[in-house]
């Protein structure tokens, strides 16, 4: 690269208003671009922070979800007595038979109905899953109608406030806490007792779920193995609970990143042609400086990286505003409906650095689409006919 | 001796579609070193045709045209391009500065397709615009700059890189009589001094005045004063 990057800059300053124009586009474009990725980031990472590393989830082999599955008591018994399981130290497992249904609430801000998971729990749960504790109020008793509500429920539904009631089943059930689960999967549920929920819904044999946590990690392999190859418990399978997780976000993140990208690639097209234009224009008006430059000395080649490297100039600076706008998208959270567990999901943007990699490079390549065309057009000028322009 | 340009049975044809325009036929012009040449003649002649042929921007139809020892029709696109940047200094009617540089980084210009270091760039640029009379205009971009101002940071840049040949279209054409008086004073002084080979169009008799030679071009011939 012989001429000088200033020469670049300084010409993009010198019409700066038709800069700002260009970059503007392309910063807007970006941004749309940021923020989906950063969407479909925000639902994987709130589902994956639901789980723990540590921990094992067992569900019915081919069930999308806790929804449809189904794990008997006698099953649960025969999982818990395996050595691999960790301890409390009252000396029991370590472990919670979930049971897990849907009810329908009323959105505070759209007055819609939402679907709420409401996981009935076995004592060990609270324990088991750390990352949610109380913020207000206190836990349910065991066997009364008493519920917990996740703080996103609590944030964003109506009546929902401590010692109001939800009616599950047949009963009227009493808020008495509000748990903290932070950016996780469990702000958005309702927690109850085990046994009562499943009385309610008349189903005394059969859990959703059962969870538990390993006493080493290092043994996941060792207890999948073992209870897969177990004769009664052939029709379980056995997952790690954010792996899990993980598949639960998956249909909404390819859904927000599908639709997304398909809506970006259409504005950026947009994006590119203004810059092309520009950087046409500015071919265009530099006829006799590069017919100059030509004279001089300078090669076909150095006239058309100076004029590419003034597009990806900027669109580096259209990138960059961008992703600095997207970046404020992260502390906007919303709630909707999951398509992996057809239920209510509180989540947020998330940038990652992965993210910002993907987004300059996007911005990178508007910029060489943009102005490839333009710079050829310099490059290819014969010297005399450029230097007759003036 | 031999002249440092020859110029051999040039001829150059201008194609437009299918239409043929013959612009020089012909032509054979010796320049020596050490010459300061006006080539006058009038408008259409093909005077910067000439001039584009000789600093090898253009290339002819037919001859040679051997510019100390090489023969410039012989080279390519790309050789041709490294051959001007060390052997052309040009000077051009409407000065043709990059109006985003300044007067210092305009005569830096030639100088970034040489070795030089650092430090003799600087030395340079700085000898040249003290030769031209701006020593203390270095850091002024081209639009705060007088046409005259303008036309001598062209000369500074073409001479920089200590060219073979220095060539002038109409150097003086969009000037003031004082300014023009400058500039061929100055043009005088870098052949006199700095024993500069020059050759300058010029439609003014009086311009042509500063040069050592003066020769004619009319429908597409030479004739000698
Ligand atoms: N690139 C080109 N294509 C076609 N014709 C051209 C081209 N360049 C020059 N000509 C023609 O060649 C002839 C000579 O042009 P040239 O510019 O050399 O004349 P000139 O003597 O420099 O004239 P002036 O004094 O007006 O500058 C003119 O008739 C011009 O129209
Ligand atoms: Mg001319």
Known sequence: MKIPFSYNIRNLWTRRLTTAL???????????????????????????????????????????????SAVSRDQIGIISTFPEIAVTNEGKTFGTSDVVTIINLRKKQTNDMGNIIVRGVSAGAITLRSQVTIKEGRWFKQGSTEIVIGNKIHDQFENVEIGQQIQIGSKLWTIVGVADAGKTGFASELWADAENIMQEFNRTTTFSSYTFKLKNIGDYETIKTKLETEQRLQDLEVKKEQQFYLEQSQGMAVFIKALGLVITIIFSFGAMIGAMITMYAAVANRTVEIGTLRALGFRRRSILTAFLIEALALSIVGGIIGLILASFMQFVSFSTTNFGTFSELAFGFSLSLDIIGWTLLFSLIMGVFGGFLPAVRASRMNIINALRAS | MTPLVQVKNVSKVYKRDTLEIPVLQNISLDVPEGEFLALMGPSGSGKTTLLNLISGIDLPTSGSIVVAGTDIAKLN?????????????????????????????????????????????????????????????????????????QQRVAIARAVVTDPTLLIGDEPTGDLDRKSAEEILTLLERLNKEFKKTIIMVTHDPHAAQSARTIQHLDKGELTKN
């Open chain 2, 77 to 149: 696109e790309s050789a041709l391009a490294k051959w001007r940047s060390h052997n052309i200094g040009f000077v051009f009617q409407f000065y043709n500065l990059m109006p985003v540089l300044t007067a210092y980084e305009n005569v830096e210009l030639p100088l970034l397709l040489t070795n030089l270091s650092k430090k003799e760039k600087k030395e340079r640029i700085e000898m040249m615009l003290k030769v031209v009379g701006l020593s203390d205009r270095m850091d002024h971009y081209p639009r705060q700059l007088s046409g005259g101002q």
């Open chain 1, 22 to 68: 260009t970059v503007t586009g392309i910063a807007l474009v970006v941004f749309v671009f940021a923020a989906v990725l950063m969407l479909a980031q925000g639902v994987e990472d709130t589902m994956v922070a639901t789980g723990s590393e540590d921990n094992v989830i067992i569900l019915r082999k081919g069930s999308s979800g806790e929804l449809l």
